[in-house]
């Protein structure tokens, strides 16, 4: 079946760092994709989104990057700070479909 | 802003007891979704109603059902609660108006433990 996954568990960056997260999905039918920030003891908070008509998406600090030849998405957050410290999921969505499928989440430890 | 609510955010029940979660929305939201969060897991979604009394199942609805007689209120029910259903249970609504396009707004999550 469709799932969405991502390279790394882990991404530890010093502080004022740029951190790049990676995920891998599977359904060529998905043509939406979220990234979500969940921080400790909070529901995951949407961060960006992006079509699958563009390859790129730039928000305050953030950019998502989608290649659709290899199916790879991913997230770039500019001068990292430790308010970025949080799990990471990325997210993907077929138009008019309701269900949201998630990757398993990549932890984001910022060291001062 | 777009605020869900959850009941509890921590519950512990005995196996074979009937539970119910209980999610408010308060922005008119079409869409309501139950999912649960297991480490190394990801997301993982339980039901979903895309109208007042209307559910469609999941991925793993398998020991769950689900309410909702009202557009603001989504209730997961756990008929018979087990000790595999420990895990943090997640509400979020959307308002997909047929793009496919709208993000999800969650809760703060119910982490419920089963003994």
């Known amino acids: 079946g469709e799932s969405v996954g991502l390279h790394l568990p882990t991404l530890s960056v010093q502080e004022g760092d740029n951190s790049i997260i990676n995920c891998a999905y599977s359904?060529?039918?998905?043509?939406?994709f979220i990234w979500y920030k969940q921080e400790s003891g909070k529901g995951p908070q949407f961060i960006i989104d992006?079509?699958?008509?563009?390859d790129k998406r730039q928000g305050q600090r953030v950019t998502v990057l989608l290649n659709k030849t290899v199916k790879h998405l991913s997230l770039q957050i500019a001068a990292t700070q430790p308010g970025d410290s949080a799990v990471y999921f990325c997210?993907?969505?077929?138009?008019?479909?309701?269900?949201?499928?998630f990757g398993a989440g990549t932890r984001l430890f910022v060291k001062a | 802003d777009v605020k869900v609510t959850q009941s509890s955010r921590y519950l512990v029940k005995r196996t074979g007891e009937k539970v119910f979660l209980e999610c408010v929305q308060d922005?008119?939201?079409?869409?309501m979704f139950w999912y649960r969060q297991d480490p190394g897991l990801g997301l993982r979604l339980i039901y979903f109603?895309?109208?007042?009394?209307?559910?469609e199942k999941g991925d793993i609805p398998e020991g769950y059902s689900v309410s909702r007689e009202k557009k603001e209120r989504f209730s997961l029910i756990l008929e018979s609660a087990s000790t595999n259903q420990t895990s943090m249970y997640l509400c979020?609504?959307?308002?997909?108006?047929?793009?496919?396009?709208?993000?999800?707004?969650f809760g703060s999550g119910t982490q419920l433990s089963v003994l």
């Open positions: 979020a609504s959307s308002s997909d108006r047929g793009s496919g396009n709208e993000k999800l707004f």
């Open positions: 359904n060529s039918a998905s043509d939406y």
């Open positions: 992006i079509r699958s008509n563009m």
């Open positions: 997210a993907e969505k077929t138009a008019g479909g309701f269900k949201t499928i």
């Open positions: 922005m008119d939201h079409e869409n």
């Open positions: 109603s895309y109208d007042v009394k209307m559910k």
